[in-house]
């Protein structure tokens, strides 16, 4: 199983600085809205620290898929690591189409804006990234969380994070 985990950092670019200096490689960097749904029957609420319906709109990627890509995302928590599971996932050309998908059941909820840089150091994927209503992140991806926790200590990392963006944000925009 693979952890991830997210953290604030003091700011991006002293953060990419000190990732290069380490010796990570650059590998694009990427722009993308996200647009969070919630179901349509108010009595089951869903945590979206566990669990949201996503609707991905790509401006900018080196990765390859379609322009929108919608997504079941199930998040389950051990010992501050976070482990993913997608039970759905489907590209679209359109979004009408990608919303016409989860119409019976979902509606929006709210959306935000993501602009990132992806590395990979060593075995780690890390993204640096500037999220709408958040302060910068980083998040790794690797086999095991000591691999993270090393790499948080080289980089002074804020504060770890043991929620969901869409939860971060759900809670912001609650306020």
Do not use: C
Not at 15 to 44: H, Q, R
Not at 76 to 91: Q, S, T, Y
Not at 98 to 117: D, R, T
């Amino acid at each position: 199983m693979t952890a991830e985990i997210r953290a604030y950092i003091l700011d991006i670019e002293s953060t990419i600085k000190k990732l290069e200096n380490l010796g990570a490689e650059f590998k694009g960097d990427y722009a993308f809205t996200d647009y969070i749904y919630k179901l349509k029957d108010d009595s089951k609420k869903i945590d979206l620290n566990n669990e949201f319906m996503r609707i991905r709109e790509y401006e900018k990627s080196q990765w390859t898929h379609k322009k929108y890509v919608l997504v079941h995302k199930l998040t389950r928590w051990k010992d501050g690591n976070r482990f993913i599971f997608v039970p759905l996932k489907k590209e679209f050309d359109k979004k009408q189409d990608a919303e016409k998908e989860i119409s019976n059941s979902y509606e929006l909820n709210f959306k935000f804006h993501k602009h990132g840089f992806e590395y990979w150091f060593k075995s780690l994927k890390i993204h640096v990234e500037e999220i709408e209503y958040l302060e910068p992140t980083i998040e790794v991806t690797a086999e095991d969380k000591e691999s993270i926790d090393n790499l948080f200590k080289k980089l002074d990392v804020s504060e770890t994070i043991f929620k969901s963006v869409p939860k971060l944000i759900e809670e912001k925009l609650n306020k």
